[in-house]
């Protein structure tokens, strides 16, 4: 006899929410993490990008609202990335966990947001899952706290805090598979041709890279692994098969693209998909194998793979109905909002490639080669007196190179550029941009309204009827056996 | 069949696929590993066409150059105050410009020895001790021909960059200004006004010589770090991406090459015409005439059609398209013939427009000539297409110091 009443299906999905699973995926995932995090910084620091990204810049980028965010003066950001390091650490560790892992996502994200042209999609997904992860309890077990204080230890915790960070990764592949669908990347196999063809050095394989069918084909894989392989994790029966394929996938990226930490994350998050006490099965596989010519190590292993008795006699925090339904309403915003949020960039219409409206936060990862030269063409209206502005005068070339393609980035310099010459004894100037942009390999176009003076646009998320449509030729199509349709149109 | 299905099989197979594409990447990332294949482009062929046959031999040509330059500027020496002084003065100005000519085109060449290390692989930044503009220091000069301390045999090793080269024998040869360029209190005024026309000639023409002859051995030393028998950077550009070779790839070495073309958006369009034709937000005036590249010898025109013509020749691999294996052979065999075809137009077009400027550049911007506007235009719209389409088809990196991660 079931319960068929909306109250009653509630009551149900709210029980199956709060159904305890065991901890050890979370607290595994917290681990890794941890140690994905530390050595990540510990690489930022040792390929001396602070330098280049928080110190040596006169001009950062800020984000909407974060303004008055700046970065912290003489050696402060250097320490700050030795601490975030630390942090990692203590995550990992679980020692002061919570502590830790708060401060350790304040900081990072702090890091992110001092320029818009350091926004890379695998950042922002460090700070969710950081964001998650200080409101869950995965120092329960292999903590420093678990040991310290038992009462803090246990061997449970609700299905809803493992389904809810298998979410958060689910996000971010069904939007980056679905961002894919264009006709660039499925019709003309770019940037992917593109890519693929500068690399035809790379040994054993290398010949088949400037292939044009092979782009193509690897974009519809790409495009159906993204789509696709949060179902297959999910699926017990091949989910054996999918982490296979993720790790081979993630693999391939980390060769072909310099895409730093993403193909290191990726695969530590699909963890989250296997059954929940799998590091306990694979601890006492381990402890198996190691049995015979370590025993010490083995009897180790055995220990960490059991469940601790004080732990899983822990009892749950008692909460009323009312709590978990609040909990799970709040749980239900967030995914609402990480569910259609990405989604934003619809309403504007166009080629968000080419706009880049609701470009960030979308997961639209490596979807573009887009590269452009933007001239400011300055004037004085009192006197008349123009002069041509290069953004290299205040920026740094990766800046310039990642401002020549946003048009907000675009207009965020010309204020700069407008309140210089005030500086200067030019009050309201006029500032224009001359930006020739190539997308996907495109004939260059203008990408903003050269006509418009951007000094006196004001920055909103409203459609911007200042950037100029995108153009409607096809992108380049390079390498052997690639179909020359639009030679002729060009 | 079943033993394939279990998951320890999969994740075995996975493995074994990871450490098969493990040994690919490494191999891919560094120099050490296997030879790496050619594509159906040979990025090597077209590297060693334009390292031997365009830098090189640019390189080679300059030298030759510099020794008549030399040769020209020993007889103006011992010529002055007699009745061939200003006939072997003049020779030696034509010597200096034919010179200039070749080294403006391989200003664009500064990859490899020429470069700095920070922009290059293997920069040793030898192009300062040839032309080290826009650090220049006329005053630095006179104070040399008061002091006269350029016989001394570690002269040029110690001197700074800003007082001998191309540069500093323009002044020395093409100015006939009796007054120093030095402000007040320099220390140099007293003496330099001791200074009879005559002495002043001579040890303007004897600096100057000795300048020449420092600029043939900075120009025999960057053939000599290019060369087999000496830093061999030829090869190493030629075969990038060969075993052993510090260049990875192929690719990397093109864009060591791309990297140095930058010169043409940085200094031929703003340096050399935005700036000095107040264009250029640089520029506080309405001109800064100041800024000119060449302000005695009047090249400051010629210099930038050079300088395109540097870059023409990378782009076509020599004079004419079919002279060797560039940019645009590379552009057509990938499918983007037309990319190339347009950077063609446009640096064809650009020359004209520079060419087309009356008179010297200095002129036609003190009289507001429209022509300046129009050749700083076209000039722009060569490097336009080059940070756009150009860089985004052939996947190139502009010089951005550490390349760090993207997504």
């Keep these: 006899m079931t319960d068929a009443t909306p109250n009653g299906a509630q009551h149900r999905l709210v029980a199956r929410l709060h159904a305890p699973v065991d901890v050890a995926s979370l607290a595994a995932f917290r681990i890794l993490f941890g140690l994905m995090m530390c050595a990540g910084i510990v690489r930022f620091l040792a390929k001396g990008w602070v330098e280049p990204l928080f110190v040596e810049p006169t001009f950062f980028f800020k984000y909407a609202g974060f303004s008055w965010l700046e970065p912290l003066p003489g050696t402060g950001m250097y320490l700050l990335y030795a601490l975030l390091a630390v942090l990692a650490l203590c995550v990992a560790l679980g020692w002061h966990y919570r502590i830790a892992i708060a401060l350790f996502t304040a900081g990072f994200a702090y890091a992110e947001l001092l320029d818009v042209t350091n926004y890379l999609n695998h950042y922002y997904l460090i700070v969710l899952l950081g964001v998650l992860l200080a409101f869950l309890p995965a120092e329960r077990a292999w903590s420093l706290d678990a040991r310290r204080d038992p009462s803090r230890a246990g061997g449970t915790v609700p299905t809803w805090m493992l389904r809810l960070l298998q979410f958060q990764v689910a996000v971010v592949y069904v939007h980056a598979g679905w961002a894919k669908f264009n006709p660039d990347w499925l019709l003309h196999a770019q940037p992917l041709n593109i890519w693929m063809t500068a690399r035809v050095g790379t040994p054993v394989i290398g010949p088949m890279l400037d292939l044009w069918w092979v782009a193509l084909a690897m974009s519809w894989a790409g495009f159906f692994f993204d789509t696709t392989i949060v179902g297959w994790l999910l699926w017990k029966r091949t989910r054996p098969f999918a982490f296979a394929v993720v790790l081979v996938f993630h693999f391939f990226t980390h060769v072909f693209f310099n895409i730093g930490m993403f193909p290191v994350i990726m695969p530590i998050a699909a963890t989250l998909f296997f059954a929940p006490d799998w590091p306990r099965r694979f601890l006492a596989r381990a402890q198996a194998a190691a049995g015979t010519f370590l025993p010490g190590l083995a009897s180790r292993l055995g220990e960490a793979a059991a469940v601790q008795p004080s732990a899983a006699a822990a009892p749950e925090a008692p909460r009323t109905g009312r709590r978990r339904a609040a909990m799970l309403a709040l749980v239900g915003a967030y995914c609402a909002f990480q569910a259609l949020f990405p989604l934003r960039s619809f309403l504007y219409g166009g080629n968000v490639l080419w706009h880049e409206q609701g470009m960030r936060w979308s997961w639209k990862v490596k979807l573009r080669e887009k590269n452009g030269a933007v001239t400011f063409h300055v004037r004085d209206p009192q006197s008349g007196r123009r002069w041509q502005v290069s953004p290299d005068e205040y920026l740094n070339p990766r800046q310039t190179r990642q401002m020549s393609r946003q048009p907000d980035l675009i207009v965020q310099l010309a204020h700069h550029i407008a309140a210089l010459f005030e500086q200067r004894g030019f009050s309201s100037v006029e500032v224009r941009a001359e930006a020739w942009v190539s997308l996907n390999g495109r004939r260059p176009a203008l990408m903003l309204d050269p006509e418009v003076d951007l000094a006196r646009i004001t920055p909103s998320v409203a459609r911007a009827d200042w950037i100029l449509p995108a153009p409607t030729d096809p992108p380049a199509r390079l390498g052997r056996g690639a179909p020359r349709l639009h030679a002729e149109a060009r | ?407």
Aim: charge should be negative; include cysteine.
């Design chain 2, 1 to 407: 069949m079943e033993r394939l299905r279990s998951p320890r099989s999969v994740l075995l197979l996975a493995v074994a696929a990871l450490a098969g594409v493990g040994v690919v990447a490494a191999c891919s990332s560094g120099g050490g590993g296997e030879s790496g294949p050619t594509d159906s482009f040979d990025r090597r062929a077209m590297l060693a066409n334009i390292g031997e046959n365009v830098i090189l031999a640019t390189y080679t040509e300059f030298r030759d150059a510099a020794q008549e330059l030399k040769d020209a500027t020993a007889a103006a020496r011992v010529a002055v105050g007699t009745s061939a002084g200003v006939a072997t003065l003049d020779s030696a100005r034509n010597a200096w410009i034919v010179a200039t000519d070749l080294w403006q085109q391989a200003e664009l060449y500064q990859v490899g020895p020429a470069g700095s290390e920070e922009a290059t692989l293997q920069g040793e930044f030898l192009r300062d001790r040839i032309y080290a503009w826009p650090a220049i220091s006329t005053c630095g000069i006179d104070q040399e021909i008061v002091n006269q301390n350029h016989d001394d045999p570690g002269y040029f090793d110690t001197a700074f960059v800003d007082v001998y080269g191309l540069y500093a024998l323009e002044y020395l040869l093409f100015s006939e200004d009796p007054e120093d360029t030095c402000p007040s209190g320099t220390g140099i005024d007293a003496a330099w006004d001791a200074l009879t026309a005559t002495e002043l000639a001579q040890r303007r023409a004897d600096y100057a010589d000795a300048v020449a002859g420092n600029l043939v051995s900075g120009a025999q030393a960057l053939i000599d770090a290019w060369s087999p028998s000496g830093g061999a950077f030829l090869r190493t550009f030629s075969e990038a991406g060969t075993p052993g070779n510090p260049y990875g790839q192929a690719h990397d070495a093109v864009n060591d090459l791309f990297g140095a073309l930058y010169y043409l958006d940085l200094m031929t369009k703003d340096d050399k015409l935005g700036i000095p034709a107040g264009i250029h937000v640089e520029c506080p005036t309405a001109t800064c005439l100041d800024r000119i590249e060449s302000p005695w010898a009047g090249r400051s025109k010629e210099n930038i059609a050079a300088n395109l013509r540097g870059w023409r020749r990378v782009l076509l691999g020599g004079d004419t398209a079919a002279a060797g294996i560039g940019f645009d052979d590379f552009l057509t065999e990938l499918g983007a013939a037309d990319v190339a075809a347009d950077v063609e137009t446009r640096t064809d077009a650009a020359i004209v427009a520079v060419e087309a400027i009356p008179g010297t550049l200095e002129e036609a911007i003190a009289s507001s000539d429209p022509s300046v506007a129009a050749a700083h235009t076209a000039v722009k719209g060569v490097t336009d297409i080059l940070k756009s389409q150009f860089i985004s088809v052939l996947d190139l990196r502009i010089p951005e110091g550490p390349g760090v991660d993207n997504d």
